[in-house]
């Protein structure tokens, strides 16, 4: 337990000052992109984000879950994960894809080669529980990300700025890890890697998919629907109040999982430390949230000369949007120490299926003569909608929970067991918000 104290706090901390510096930069990249540009950027690099989970097939994550490996298994995921990223840049070639964002989706995809090539180096950091040097490469290819960033807005690269800087982050990360010391392992041909090792890490890498799509679906759709000068003026009320939620729901999730684990054989012990985490993290969300909402307008009215100040009408259903996530965060927290990991999916599931539904849904009813109206729209039915399903799946586990004698081990028959959160299933869970790229929400 003390190796997964310090992972999770190292990893948790990497993950915020990820975030933190993620916000500070996207303002100063403001004084320099119009909505525009910064909607293109936006867009391409949301579309991009997409194919990261794809590259490598997943097999990192069978590297940190396998007890033993044949002696060349690096080399030849490696070689996976190569070709994979080769793959999915010819993909991005294909006109049709193009104009999600433009030449910028294709600059953005230059980024998959160096994540197949940090893909198994950075598992196996976590695989030998090197909390240490996994924070500090995420934390030096934060900076030459966010410095990338404010560097090409101000030399005027335009709406190739974030593209262009979400490739760079990756090739920082390459050089991060060579400067730590860290082994990389060379490619080769994946001849003779086991279909059960594929297995596993595809079954992995989509419910990673899955969380990138919830995160970015929305910025895509408007892009659709809206054009490219929507998503950026809708980009900056986003990033303000789902950057923040999202930096307090990492420190949350690092001073939380350890005691949710600890307390999930005492029935009523885990009840009382879900409901602490839940106010703790109430008490402190519902202050910034009123915070940004009242104060951010006055800081947009300054920026290129009010060009973003529209973006504050999407501050009410965004607002809420963010309370009802970063709450609801916490219950895949709770299914996660009680041994469900087969509910924090379907957790997951539900929530891209509520986002899907809804913005479809008031797209198509409102149309895009509604503007700002039906993407607030999207935003309420779906804060309704997620608290709907999430309610009545939760319901069932805390009625399961009634059920349970107090004292009762998490193995019980009904549970996933490879869910049990030990340090490597949890730091799998740390390791996608410490390893984001801040270009992601």
Not at 18 to 28: C, F, K, S, T
Not at 145 to 155: P, Q, T, Y
Not at 407 to 423: F, L, V, Y
């Amino acid at each position: 337990m003390s190796h997964l104290k310090r992972g999770l706090l190292t990893l948790g901390s990497a993950s915020i000052f990820a975030r933190l510096i993620d916000l500070v930069a996207i303002i100063i990249v403001l004084l320099y992109l119009d909505a525009a540009e910064l909607g293109a950027a936006t867009t391409a690099v949301a579309a991009a984000t997409l194919f990261e989970p794809l590259v490598g097939l997943g097999l990192g994550f069978t590297l940190i879950q396998r007890a033993a490996h044949p002696e060349d298994f690096e080399s030849r995921a490696a070689g996976i994960a190569l070709f994979s990223s080769l793959f999915l840049i010819a993909i991005a070639l294909i006109p049709t894809l193009t104009l999600t964002g433009g030449s910028g989706f294709l600059v953005a995809s230059f980024k998959l080669p160096w994540v197949a090539l940090t893909l198994i180096p950075l598992h196996r950091l976590l695989r030998t529980l090197d909390y240490t040097r996994y924070a500090a490469a995420q934390t030096a290819a934060t900076l030459v990300g966010a410095v990338s960033r404010i560097g090409l807005s101000a030399a005027s690269a335009g709406a190739l700025t974030l593209p262009l800087a979400y490739a760079l982050h990756g090739l920082g990360l390459y050089l991060a890890l060579l400067l730590l010391g860290v082994p990389i392992p060379r490619p080769r041909l994946p001849a003779g890697t086991s279909l059960r090792d594929l297995g596993y890490g595809i079954r992995a890498a989509s419910g990673e998919f899955f969380e990138r799509a919830f995160q970015q679906l929305d910025v895509l759709l408007i892009a659709l629907s809206f054009g490219h000068a929507a998503v950026g003026i809708y980009r900056v009320a986003a990033d303000l109040f789902f950057t923040v939620a999202q930096a307090l729901m990492d420190l949350f999730q690092r001073a939380s999982l350890p005691v949710l684990a600890r307390a999930s054989s005492d029935v009523p012990h885990f009840k009382r430390s879900l409901f602490e985490t839940v106010r703790g993290l109430n008490f402190v969300l519902l202050p910034l949230i009123a915070l940004i909402y009242f104060g951010a307008p006055h800081l947009i009215a300054k920026i290129q000369g009010g060009e973003f100040l529209e973006a504050r009408l999407f501050f009410p259903a965004l607002a809420l949007a963010a309370i009802v996530r970063t709450n609801l965060r916490l219950l895949p927290l709770a299914y996660l120490a009680r041994g469900e990991a087969s509910l924090a999916l379907s957790h997951s599931s539900l929530g891209l299926a509520s986002l899907l539904v809804s913005f479809a849904g008031a797209f198509s009813l409102l149309g895009p003569t509604w503007g700002w109206l039906s993407i607030n729209a999207a935003w309420c039915a779906f804060s309704v909608l997620f608290l709907f399903f999430a309610y009545s799946q939760s319901r069932r586990f805390f009625r399961g929970l009634r059920m349970v004698p107090s004292g009762e081990s998490n193995s019980r028959p009904n549970s996933d067991k490879t869910a049990d959160p030990s340090p490597r299933t949890v730091l799998i869970i740390k390791a996608e918000n410490a390893g984001s790229d801040p270009h992601e929400r």
